[in-house]
Structure formats: C-alpha cells, structure tokens
C-alpha cells in the first residue's frame, strides 16, 4: 500500500524552523517524511534525524530520505534525548513534531485506528504493547470512563464504559465496528441522529491512551527543549484540544520571565526567560490548503525560539 501523506503547513514549517544549511535538526515524527525531505533538501553539511515509533513510517521515510543528509530511527520521541546521545550530537538547531496518526496509519485499515473500516481493534503506532482491544476488554467502569472523559471529552463517558463491560460479558469486544457499534448503542437516539460520528471521541481517546501521547509530548517536549542550542527552534502542530493546551502551557512558561505567584505585587524571583515565542497565536492552514487537505482543519502550529 503507498504511503500517501500530505504534509500540513509544511512552508510555515519551514519558515517558523529559519532552517541554517550547516544546522543540526531533528523531526520527532517522520511519518512518510513530508516535513523531513524539504527540510533535509535545504541542508549542506547541516544533518537531520528523524523519528517515528512506527517500523511502516520508518521504513517509507528511509527510503524517501535516500540521498539526503538524513538518518531515521525507530524511536519514540519521548526518548530523544537518548537517541541524540547514542548518535553523538549534543545540541539542536531546531525540532519540529507533527503530532498524531499519519493518513497512511489511518487508510491502513488493519491497523484498527478507523472507525470507519473493520479491522482489529489494534491503534499501536509502536506496532508493540497493549492494543485498544487489551484496554476495552480489561479496564474497569471507572478508569475507561476517565480516559474517555478526559482525552476524548465524551459526555457520555460513563453509558459508553457502561455498555462496554455490559458488551464484554457476553463476549470480547475485538474490531473496531463492533466497538463502534456498542458506542453508538450508549448513546441517547437524539444524540445518535445528530452526530454523524458518534464513536469518533471514543477512538480518539483509546488512541490516546494506547500510545500514552499526551505523557510522551509531556516527557518529549522537555526533552527536546532542553537538547536545543540557544536561538534554536522548536515547532510543534498540534490536532485536538488537549494536545494544544499542553504545547501552550509548556512554551507559555518557558517565555515568562517571572514564576512568582500572581497574587505577588512585585517579582521577587528574578526569572529569567528561556525562550521566546514566535507567534504569540497558533499558525493555522488557510485558503487552498484547507480546502484541499481535511487534516489541516484542526492543525495548530506554533514556534518558539530557545534563548
Ligand atoms: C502526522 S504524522 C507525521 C507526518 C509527517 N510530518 C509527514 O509529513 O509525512 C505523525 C507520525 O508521528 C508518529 N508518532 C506519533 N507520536 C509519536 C511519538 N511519541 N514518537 C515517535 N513517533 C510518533 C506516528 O507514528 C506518525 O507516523
């Protein structure tokens, strides 16, 4: 199957990155290299490591990166910094992540991340660990509805989980239409009738917590920050809410200069930021490229400078 992937906002990519051809780079999430290939185009003797977690992505993107100065790694980004000490480099000029599953993850309906094809419930980027069947078969009432409350903010996290465990004791729930389907039974008729995907917070949410995204951008964006020389780049796109919070927050901190509480008349810590933002406001897709790529509805894209 070709791994067909568009990349999203990939000249403000570019831009917000103020790529040097003698620069070190890093792209926490090669995918099928949209990003990685221009990037690495504009090097010299410059150098870029990708990442992916997934063995398909590294796969396409060595082969997309042939010729280039390029190396990929299978690697979650969580753990970049480890990567960037076995391979020798101690400092970055830039990083970009582009966060979340690839259009090729998603088409390939055996890897179970649609809720629109049958497949096994599987959603492991990794290819390795707990699948989403494991957690729907598993978890209790209570912990299935917190992960869908809180990473796919679904009001009816507590029926859903309800009529999962109801679902499972007759027997597993293993593809993704038979999760679909039980979702959709959970759901009061109306609210069926409304909403043309109604399993889609739920899929989103098992995605989340198959693949602990949001503690891997946690652990990933301190990590990173931290390996990135002084006036580096670090651009992030982002595609739901939760994931953009935390970008937010982290890059927020990192440019105040000042920690004190804010009930504190005057600042009495003598902070010091340690970057600056790039775009105070998320860069988002415009004109042709939202009409043309669905993916680039939700991206949000911002840049910071390392101090
Ligand atoms: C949106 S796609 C990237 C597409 C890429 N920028 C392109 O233009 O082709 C996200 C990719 O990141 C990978 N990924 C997501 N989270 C990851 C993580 N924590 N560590 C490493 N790879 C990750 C996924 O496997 C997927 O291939």
């Not at 090097?43 to 977690?53: M, V």
């Not at 082969?63 to 280039?68: D, H, M, P, V």
């Not at 679909?180 to 409304?194: E, G, N, Q, Y």
């Not at 509480?261 to 004109?287: D, S, Y």
Request: hydrophobic fraction near 40%; charge should be neutral; aromatic fraction near 6%.
């Amino acid at each position: 199957m070709e791994f067909s992937h568009v990349p999203v906002l990939l000249e403000e990519c570019l831009e917000g990155l103020a790529i040097r051809p003698d620069g070190i780079y890093l792209d926490g999430t090669a995918g099928g290299a949209g990003h990685s290939r221009e990037i690495a185009r504009r090097l010299t003797t410059g150098r870029l490591i990708s990442l992916d977690q997934d063995p398909d992505a590294v796969e396409t993107a060595t082969q997309r990166l042939q010729g280039l100065p390029a190396q990929v790694v299978q690697s979650n980004f969580r753990y970049a910094p480890q990567v960037l000490d076995e391979l020798g480099i101690p400092a970055l000029d830039g990083a970009l992540l582009d966060l979340g599953v690839s259009s090729h993850q998603l088409d390939d309906a055996d890897r179970g991340f649609s809720y629109r094809a049958d497949a096994p419930l599987d959603m492991r980027m990794s290819q390795s660990g707990a699948t989403a069947a494991d957690l729907v078969n598993s978890l209790d009432r209570e912990e299935l509805t917190r992960i869908l409350r809180d990473y796919g903010e679904e009001p009816y996290a507590w029926q859903i989980a309800g009529k999962i465990l109801q679902r499972r004791q007759e027997r597993p729930i293993l593809t993704t239409l038979e999760l679909a389907d039980t979702v959709a039974s959970a759901l009061p008729p109306a609210v069926r009738r409304k909403d043309k995907n109604p399993s889609r917070r739920t899929f989103q949410a098992l995605r989340i917590a198959v693949n602990s995204e949001l503690d891997a951008l946690n652990e990933g964006l301190d990590g990173i920050f931290e390996r990135l020389a002084p006036g580096g780049r670090f651009a992030v796109i982002t595609f739901h809410s939760l994931e953009d919070r935390l970008v937010k927050n982290k890059f927020r901190r990192w440019a105040t200069a000042c920690t004190c509480p804010p009930e504190f008349p005057v600042c009495v810590c003598g902070g010091k930021a340690k970057a600056k933002l790039v775009n105070r406001k998320p860069i988002e897709a415009q004109g042709k490229e939202l009409e043309e790529n669905r993916r680039s509805r939700s991206a949000k894209l911002r840049v910071l400078e390392k101090l």
